[in-house]
């Protein structure tokens, strides 16, 4: 009965979420479009915004907000709520600005299960200023509806250290292993490398930013809390990374609502890490003959060499370590916030398929 209940809970908390985001749209574009100037700008971003880029993701991440805000107190005002799903598409503003981005630069097809932006008609690299548009829309969001709090500078200078965090995490990724590399070079392919990686490009975004948006909108700002809750926090972070590797290389397009591309991208992901550091010599030439290329019997080749190292079973350890770490380190460590708020987002995604 108790899971019914979450799942009804959830359910509203996604309706009552998805019912401004109609109203967001019109704030960020309802000026640009009454000048015959900008008429024209503002329709093509309302498109954007309002049909693509960033509704129809699973909304974890702008969800989170409200639901850590919701366990930090009992007295919380309408108004007070509303901003909070407000910031909550803030943090999605900011992951469509960062895939619309990632999409172009990692030569992505698909997404969410439609084209990516860049490669619907007419779109092309019109999608770079597209996302500009994105991260721009965060922050006239958080003037019209935050400046006239005490926590509104927490917020803002909070977004614009994690997106220059994940810009950090974006150069690690790409300079690791360029796309467009003629060779493939395993020399920087490390654990050290990939968590590094994970941490600045994802955890950072993904799990720290909404929970510390809640905290500073419910006046907790002391130092011994965000680090505490950092800590947990980039463990998830990077434990969701792993599985997001995993998925890519296992889970069906049609789960998944992309076409995994790691192995032809050249990504220093997870699974080849790991799979480096248990192949033989023969497995490293095939790895290295065959990886971060386009070419379907490339692809197969690698997917071998894992099949041959068990890598699945590999993951499948790995994902109950490290659910057994993190639920150990909420339940070890005097967080002065209710530690419900931890174990709901590690619930989410431990298990996940997508």
Known sequence: MAVNGASVKTSTELAEFDEIFTDLVEDLTRTGLKSSETKDAFEWFKEVVLTYNVPYGKKNRGISVVSSFRHLGADQ????????????WCVELLQGFFLVSDDIMDHSVSRRGQPCWYKRENVGLIAINDSYFLECAIYQLLKKYASKKPYYVQ???????????????QCLDMTTAPPESVTTDFSKFSMERYSAIVKWKTAYYSFYLPVAIALYMAGIADEDT??????????????????????DCYSSSEILGKIGTDIQDNKCGWLIVKALEVASEQQRKDLEANYGKWNDECIEKVKSVYKE??????????????????????????????????????????????
Not at 155 to 169: A, D, I, K, R, S
Request: glycine letters at 8%; a negative charge; zero cysteines.
């Open 155 to 169: 917020l803002m200078e909070l977004f614009l250290e994690t997106t220059f965090q994940t810009v950090v995490g």
């Open 77 to 88: 005002s309408d108004e007070d709520l509303k901003i909070a799903r407000v910031m909550g």
């Open 226 to 247: 965000h680090a505490k809750a950092k800590l947990i926090l980039l463990e998830m972070g990077h434990f969701f990374q792993v599985q997001d590797d995993y998925l």
């Open 309 to 354: 190292l068990g890598i699945e079973g590999i993951y499948q350890q790995f994902e109950e370590e490290s659910y057994a770490k993190i639920t150990g380190l909420i339940d070890s460590l005097d967080l002065g916030v209710p530690k419900s708020i931890f174990h709901d987002f590690v619930n989410k995604i431990y298990k996940r398929q997508k």
